[in-house]
């Protein structure tokens, strides 16, 4: 089965676009799979569209709590009720298309443990330039400071096989939790993949996540560093 994660918070413009596309391309796909959204703490009506969708669909899960917590605390609660063997996180805002994204991850996690989709593998990212700043500073950071070398590390869509997780406890709230995933793993010996993924910033929510936790990200990987 594949599990897909979605967190979303203050999604309501594109959160019945994301479902139905995402459906779409899933009814495609042959293998039984679940959808979990996780509302993280959302204050607009990000809750009552994903009740509406959960009542309608039964292979979709919600998960809610108040107030926001983080996108890695959203991707440890989703995964904690996740039943596939593959668990292929997503953000919500459409950023990367399930039909460009979805079947070309299913074939690389097929040679792979953890497959990141990255938006500097060859394809020109189009987003806000203080965002991509932000992502480049952490990117540099998280390979200077962990002697890794990863391409990238926070573009919100990655595919890992659940046997991964299973071996790694992680604790970042913040989005350096990707990074905390794939450093741990690399470290265990888990193979890693990245592949280049197009990426077409659509919304105002997920930019102004970063600028809020950008402060407390950067915090978080100097904890890992000590932890780690």
Excluded: W
Excluded at 28 to 42: L, V
Excluded at 120 to 136: D, E, F, N, T, V
Excluded at 171 to 178: K, N, P, R, Y
Excluded at 193 to 221: A, D, Q, Y
Aim: hydrophobic share 40%; net charge positive.
């Amino acid at each position: 089965m594949i599990s897909i994660l979605i967190p979303c918070y203050n999604e309501e413009e594109m959160l019945s676009n994301t479902y139905k596309r995402l459906k779409t391309e899933l009814v495609c796909q042959d293998q039984p799979y679940e959808i979990i959204f996780c509302n993280d703490g959302s204050t607009d009506n990000t809750l009552k569209l994903l009740t509406e969708i959960e009542r309608q669909d039964e292979k979709v899960k919600i998960m809610s709590y108040s107030p926001n917590k983080g996108p890695g605390y959203a991707f440890r609660q989703m995964y904690s009720k996740a039943r596939g063997e593959i668990l292929i996180h997503m953000d919500a805002d459409l950023a990367m298309d399930p039909k460009e994204t979805i079947p070309f991850f299913l074939e690389a996690i097929k040679h792979a443990d953890i497959v990141i989709g990255s938006r500097y593998a060859g394809i020109k990212p189009q987003y806000p330039l203080r965002r991509r700043i932000l992502s480049k500073i952490a990117l540099l950071l998280n390979n200077t400071l962990f002697k890794c070398n990863f391409k990238d590390t926070n573009s919100g869509f990655f595919a890992t096989r659940k046997a991964v997780k299973d071996k790694i406890n992680m604790v970042s709230d913040t989005f350096e939790f990707q990074a905390e995933l794939f450093i741990k793993a690399e470290r265990k010996g888990f193979n890693i993949k990245e592949v280049p993924v197009k990426f077409i910033h659509k919304t105002k929510s997920s930019e102004l996540n970063v600028i809020k936790h950008s402060f407390s990200m950067l915090k978080e990987i100097f904890i890992l560093l000590f932890k780690s």
